[in-house]
């Protein structure tokens, strides 16, 4: 089969599958003639300040530019166009968006991918940050409903659907951002003991799930290295295996209480598994998103709602070509 995206391709999708009434569940009709679109069209042009009247003039554009890539933004005071760029017209609402790409933990994914590679052991990475950040959305804000969005190639970006996040300034995102990023800040200096007392639940969690995961695709040989024993990490590693809800009480009791091995361990766990957050992509809101349902130009991969970010494999997400067979 011919794999090659051709423009006929990317327009018969455009006005035959993709799923307009869909889409627009996740954006809303309120103000979609404000609302900034973006695309990369002909010979990888990016262009910006794009509004439409109504989705059907969305549709024609993207079947007569034969789109490449297509990305939603922000909401504004007036339709965004080259007369009235975004820059110049007053910000009104955006989705409050998380990205993560696999591309972000080249420096200790230990399988030997790079860039836009991925593989069973590493893409863990990435559906790890997804169950994390859900969790802490809806238990530690009361948010109710995220989606999570593949991004088409090597991430996914999760939606915070709450139609109050869509009022939220830079400010409150970064507050948001800062929240569940300050054990992750840039020198990654800062150990999870330090965590104060009012983000417990996410201390919490830290357990319950990245120091779970680590502990139980550790091999014994590899936990030795931070100071334990074999037959203790053989031990730690099966405990973990066989538990069905890990928490902090058990790593306390699992862990040998040595303070100096406890502080390589978490520093090592999160060093290596806790979430790395794209923060441009949630703090800026003048930004575009890939739209879902929209193909991914260089893969032909469709950016779908994962239904269970638990049992998606990139691999799974269907193509343009599949889709128009
Ligand atoms: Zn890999």
Same mark, same amino acid.
């Given at each position: 089969?011919?794999?090659?995206?051709? *423009?006929?391709?990317?327009?018969?999708?455009?006005?035959?599958?993709? *799923?307009?009434?869909?889409?627009?569940?996740?954006?809303?009709?309120?103000?979609?003639?404000?609302?900034?679109?973006?695309?990369?069209?002909?010979?990888?042009?990016?262009?910006?300040?794009?509004?439409?009247?109504?989705?059907?003039?969305?549709?024609?554009?993207?079947?007569?530019?034969?789109?490449?890539? $297509?990305?939603?933004?922000?909401?504004?005071?007036?339709?965004?166009?080259?007369?009235?760029?975004?820059?110049?017209?007053?910000?009104?609402?955006?989705?409050?968006?998380?990205?993560?790409?696999?591309?972000?933990?080249?420096?200790?994914?230990?399988?030997?991918?790079?860039?836009?590679?991925?593989?069973?052991?590493?893409?863990?990475?990435?559906?790890?940050?997804?169950?994390?950040?859900?969790?802490?959305?809806?238990?530690?804000?009361?948010?109710?409903?995220?989606?999570?969005?593949?991004?088409?190639?090597?991430?996914?970006?999760?939606?915070?659907?709450?139609?109050?996040?869509?009022?939220?300034?830079?400010?409150?995102?970064? $507050?948001?951002?800062?929240?569940?990023?300050?054990?992750?800040?840039?020198?990654?200096?800062?150990?999870?003991?330090?965590? *104060?007392?009012?983000?417990?639940?996410?201390?919490?969690?830290?357990?319950?799930?990245?120091?779970?995961?680590?502990?139980?695709?550790?091999?014994?040989?590899?936990?030795?290295?931070?100071?334990?024993?074999?037959?203790?990490?053989?031990?730690?590693?099966?405990?973990?295996?066989?538990?069905?809800?890990?928490?902090?009480?058990?790593?306390?009791?699992?862990?040998?209480?040595?303070?100096?091995?406890?502080?390589?361990?978490?520093?090592?766990?999160?060093?290596?598994?806790?979430?790395?957050?794209?923060?441009?992509?949630?703090?800026?809101?003048?930004?575009?998103?890939?739209?879902?349902?929209?193909?991914?130009?260089?893969?032909?991969?469709?950016?779908?709602?994962?239904?269970?970010?638990?049992?998606?494999?990139?691999?799974?997400? *269907?193509?343009?070509?599949?889709?128009?067979?």
């Amino acid at each position: 089969m011919n794999n090659e995206l051709k *423009p006929e391709f990317l327009a018969e999708y455009y006005e035959k599958k993709f *799923p307009m009434d869909y889409f627009m569940s996740f954006i809303g009709l309120s103000n979609f003639s404000n609302r900034e679109f973006g695309f990369v069209v002909g010979k990888d042009a990016f262009v910006r300040n794009i509004s439409f009247q109504n989705t059907d003039q969305l549709r024609e554009y993207m079947i007569n530019n034969a789109v490449k890539h $297509a990305y939603v933004g922000a909401i504004y005071d007036t339709s965004p166009s080259r007369e009235s760029p975004i820059q110049k017209i007053e910000w009104k609402g955006r989705e409050f968006i998380f990205d993560i790409d696999i591309d972000e933990y080249d420096l200790v994914r230990k399988c030997g991918c790079k860039g836009d590679q991925y593989c069973k052991e590493c893409w863990s990475l990435v559906q790890d940050a997804a169950i994390f950040i859900d969790e802490t959305m809806k238990d530690d804000f009361g948010f109710k409903d995220v989606i999570w969005i593949f991004s088409g190639r090597r991430g996914v970006h999760g939606w915070v659907m709450d139609k109050i996040t869509q009022d939220f300034n830079q400010a409150q995102r970064v $507050a948001i951002l800062n929240y569940l990023t300050f054990i992750h800040d840039e020198k990654r200096t800062q150990s999870i003991e330090e965590i *104060p007392n009012e983000a417990k639940p996410l201390r919490n969690r830290i357990y319950s799930l990245v120091a779970k995961s680590f502990l139980e695709k550790s091999t014994p040989e590899q936990l030795k290295e931070l100071g334990i024993s074999l037959n203790k990490a053989k031990e730690i590693i099966q405990n973990v295996q066989l538990s069905k809800q890990f928490n902090h009480t058990q790593y306390n009791i699992i862990i040998p209480n040595d303070t100096l091995v406890r502080r390589k361990l978490s520093d090592e766990f999160i060093l290596r598994r806790y979430p790395r957050i794209d923060r441009k992509v949630t703090m800026d809101t003048r930004r575009v998103s890939r739209m879902p349902y929209s193909v991914h130009g260089k893969t032909g991969q469709i950016a779908i709602v994962i239904k269970d970010i638990r049992n998606f494999y990139p691999d799974s997400a *269907p193509t343009i070509w599949e889709s128009l067979m």
